[in-house]
Structure formats: C-alpha cells, structure tokens
C-alpha cells in the first residue's frame, strides 16, 4: 500500500449535494491526519484535523478509521465555493519526518 | 502578519542558469519546508529543516541545495536549470512536526527555457 492514496477524481456535484472523500495511508501507527484545501494557482491551506473520534465543522465532517487505515472527508450542502482539491495528510513516521501529502481529490461543485 | 514570504512570484530561466528562491517566515518555527508541484500533480518535499543549521533531503533534492543559517529564511538553490525544473515552488513552515499546522507561501512559479 502506498503512504497516502486518494481517489483523484473529479468529482462533479451538483450545488447543494452531499459529497465524500477518502484517503488510505499505510502506517498504521499514524497519529495525526488532517486535510488541507487548494484552490487552482494557490497555496494549500489546512481545512481541518482529523481526530480519532471525529471532527465536525460546519458542513464538513472528518472521519478516521484506524482499522481500515483510511480517513473520510464529508460535505454536506455542498456550496460553489467548495470548488477545490482537497489533500490529505498523514504522518511519515513517527519522529522529525515532514508529513506526506496526498496527489488530492478535485471537486467541482456545479450551479 | 506576513506569515510565510516567498520571493520571486514568477521568474523565467534559461538552461543553466543558477537562482535562488528566497522564502522567510516570522512565526518563529522550526520546521521549515520546500515543495514543488508540478500541473496536475501534488506535492513533493524537496528538502526540509527542523531548525537552524539542520537540513535534510526529501524526495526529489536533485539539482537543489538548501541552507538554514537563521529560523527565519530558509532559501532554496537551483544549480544549473534544466526543463524538469519548470514548476511551482512552495516554501512552507510548522511549529513542530507530527500534528502542527503546515503553513505555505504563496508559491513561486518557475519555467526553464
């Protein structure tokens, strides 16, 4: 299994539809996982964390199970500003070792 | 509240060129980062530094040298470009490692001619 795999999609929704993301990732001594948002010619920038008993924030809701290796990404109500490519991240190892990001999902949401 | 600085935005180079992509943050972390990402593509570490005077190579170093004499800069070296370097460049920094926040610069977009 690869560190960290995600469906590159697109995914093209509709406005106003119920969207899911997962990623899998290969060390299952992982302890923090996040996702991070890019939109197109920017910057990533962190979304949100995923803990072990979930994370809600507003429509988006993170999940992590740990016997599948894999976290989930939920958007509810998805908007036309959700338009981007989301990243997930996980840990390398455990120690100084820089986290790995995943190629990304891209997600077009649509009027 | 800069953040993470990163200077040029867009520079063109001729095959063999040599330049340095500056990047400065002034959060005071000790982790700082270069990635590349090429179109379509995601990140990949180039080099990182979890503090001053400590470097380590990433996935694809090749053709790059890094230096961290301060916290603050962390500049990014390309000896000698060639096509395969035609990329976005993102400096990044954190706090720590395992579990902090990555903060990104706003990207260097580089292409060699």
């Known amino acids: 299994r690869k560190e960290v795999e995600q469906d590159p999609g697109p995914f093209n929704v509709p406005e106003g539809a119920t969207v899911a993301f997962n990623c899998t990732y290969s060390?299952?001594?992982?302890?923090?996982f996040f996702w991070y948002r890019q939109d197109c010619r920017k910057e990533p920038k962190l979304l949100m964390s995923?803990?072990?008993s979930g994370n809600e924030d507003g429509r988006f809701t993170a999940q992590l199970n740990r016997a599948s290796q894999y976290i989930s990404l939920l958007i509810r109500d998805s908007k036309l500003s959700d338009s981007a490519t989301y990243l997930c991240?996980?840990?390398?190892?455990?120690?100084?070792?820089?986290?790995?990001f995943g190629k990304g999902t891209r997600l077009s949401v649509i009027a | 509240n800069a953040g993470v600085t990163q200077t040029p935005k867009f520079r063109i180079l001729k095959i063999g060129q040599s330049m340095t992509l500056q990047c400065t943050q002034d959060m005071n972390h000790n982790y700082m980062y270069w990635y590349r990402q090429d179109p379509g593509m995601g990140l990949k570490l180039i080099y990182y530094s979890v503090g001053a005077g400590i470097t380590d190579k990433g996935e694809v170093p090749n053709g790059y040298n890094v230096s961290r004499s301060t916290t603050e800069d962390f500049p990014l070296r390309l000896e000698l470009a060639a096509p395969s370097q035609t990329s976005v460049y993102f400096c990044a920094s954190s706090l720590g490692g395992d579990g902090n926040t990555i903060y990104f610069g706003e990207g260097s977009w580089l292409t060699v001619v």
């Open positions: 991240v996980v840990p390398k190892q455990q120690g100084n070792t820089p986290l790995v």
């Open positions: 060390n299952s001594a992982s302890q923090s």
């Open positions: 995923v803990y072990s």
